[in-house]
């Protein structure tokens, strides 16, 4: 599965921004497809994911601010992001999991990031 991300840029702290995320290739059993995020100096962390039932999933840090959708006819999911603070400044990458149990996958695959920058 090849996965591309798209979306990211500079952005005032309060404004919004859309991600999205395009999967082509063995994307029939993609169970879960989520977004991750890396701020520099700091572990990779889950932001959003959602499952192949609609369940989503979020961060505690980006409740009510962050919604993930996925469009299964274009293969895209996009990652809607609100009232952006400093702290939500890193390199957002997109991920697509194979043999999940709820949010638990034994195959990962990986799209390239995109950065995401919030001035305050």
């Known amino acids: 599965v090849q996965l591309q991300a798209s979306g990211g840029g500079l952005v005032e702290a309060g404004g919004s921004l859309r991600l999205s995320c395009s999967a082509s290739g063995s994307i029939s059993r993609i169970s879960v497809m989520g977004w991750y995020r890396q701020a520099p100096g700091k572990q990779r962390e889950l932001v959003a994911a959602?499952?192949?039932?609609?369940?989503?999933k979020y961060a505690d840090s980006v409740k009510g601010r962050f919604t993930i959708s996925r469009d299964n006819a274009r293969n895209t999911v996009p990652l809607q992001i609100n009232s952006l603070k400093a702290e939500d400044t890193a390199v957002y990458y997109c991920?697509?999991?194979?043999?999940?149990?709820?949010?638990?996958?034994?195959?990962?695959?990986w799209g390239q990031g995109t950065q995401v920058t919030v001035s305050s």
């Open positions: 959602i499952n192949s039932g609609g369940k989503e």
């Open positions: 991920n697509a999991g194979y043999g999940c149990s709820y949010f638990e996958c034994t195959d990962q695959y």
